[in-house]
């Protein structure tokens, strides 16, 4: 487990308490009901706005807490927990792109409003049905950006792209050349196909930010990963104590406590790859990469696991729409799929490592 400062630890405890009190499942399950345009509770993240959250990995400069990855992990991780739909994730990398992005006028323009949670930005980097940053056919003439973008996270809602395209990575800030096309998903939350035709757009960097960004990406997804495997265990090991069976509690019998078992050493080997590749990134060591792969892979591998045995020790109950577990394993579907696969990325970790 990372050691946390006396700051961190602050921030996970309120995020925590805000995501009990604030954002339970049950407000998720009212969002998925009011199914709004934008895929989350709008005033949420005003709340989330407020209290600093966007402005996490911004620089204080602008606005910003520059707490770093480590720190926006903690947050998420809370969130994930409860599965609060927000555009914190999409929003913190794009608006790292800016960051270190060549643009200063962007970074005047654009940072502040993101720190404040005025602005929603997202990546736009996928062109296929799967994650391969290698086939991007995305391409910018004379200033203008043409290209389709598939399944881009929060893109019904954001008013700022950062699109991968041959050459790096560029910012879109207009609505002209821009349309969008909602896609339904498992898990309820926004993605939507976003099409560029002459869009205005401006040069952030080369290949190597576009690289950069997607690894950051990848980490922050893996937190929200690890609090959502946690928490799908905890509800699991409570029902398990208190549901009776044949005139005992489940959690008496031995078969059910060895896979509660494995479940509970795989979420510590999750927790300290996943902590390990956040403060790979804060540390700026040259190995993030490898550290981000070895986070993504198991991360899927592990969610994959505790969120259908949260389904299947339920039981019954478990396969209904009345219960939580189903929105658990829907969540889990999409995000161990998104920033590639569990496979993806051990493929990677093992071509980063070849000699």
Request: aromatic share 8%; glycine share 10%.
């Amino acid at each position: 487990m990372a050691v946390l400062n006396e700051e961190q630890t602050m921030l996970r405890d309120m995020a925590r308490e805000w995501a009990d009190n604030e954002a339970p499942v049950s407000a998720f399950r009212k969002v998925r009901n009011a199914a709004p345009a934008e895929g989350f509770d709008t005033a949420a993240w005003n709340e989330m706005g407020q209290m600093g959250w966007a402005g996490i990995v911004v620089p204080e400069e602008f606005g910003g807490s520059a707490f770093g990855y480590l720190s926006l992990g903690l947050v998420l991780e809370q969130l994930g927990r409860n599965l609060t739909a927000s555009p914190l994730a999409s929003t913190a990398a794009a608006a790292t792109a800016i960051a270190l992005g060549g643009s200063d006028a962007a970074k005047a323009e654009w940072l502040p409003k993101i720190a404040s949670g005025e602005v929603i930005a997202t990546l736009a980097i996928d062109e296929g049905p799967t994650h391969d940053p290698s086939k991007i056919a995305a391409s910018v003439s004379g200033g203008a950006l043409t290209g389709t973008k598939e399944f881009v996270a929060e893109g019904d809602s954001a008013q700022l792209f950062v699109v991968a395209a041959v050459g790096g990575l560029y910012l879109v800030s207009g609505a002209d050349g821009v349309t969008r096309s909602t896609r339904k998903m498992a898990d309820f939350r926004s993605h939507a196909q976003v099409r560029f035709e002459g869009a205005g757009a401006e040069k952030l960097g080369g290949p190597e930010l576009t690289a950069k960004i997607i690894d950051l990406a990848t980490a922050a997804l893996t937190a929200e990963m690890l609090g959502m495997a946690e928490q799908a265990f905890a509800v699991t090991n409570d029902y398990l104590k208190t549901r009776v069976q044949f005139g005992q509690a489940l959690s008496t019998f031995q078969a059910l406590q060895h896979r509660m078992a494995k479940m509970f050493t795989e979420l510590e080997l999750m927790r300290s790859a996943v902590e390990g590749a956040l403060e790979a990134i804060d540390a700026g060591r040259s190995d993030v990469d490898q550290a981000v792969s070895l986070a993504k892979a198991i991360a899927s591998d592990t969610l994959h696991l505790v969120s259908r045995e949260m389904v299947q020790l339920h039981g019954g109950i478990g396969m209904t729409d009345e219960h939580d577990a189903g929105f658990y394993l829907k969540r889990a579907y999409v995000l161990e799929t998104m920033w590639g696969n569990a496979a993806y990325h051990r493929e990677r970790f093992a071509r980063l490592n070849a000699y």
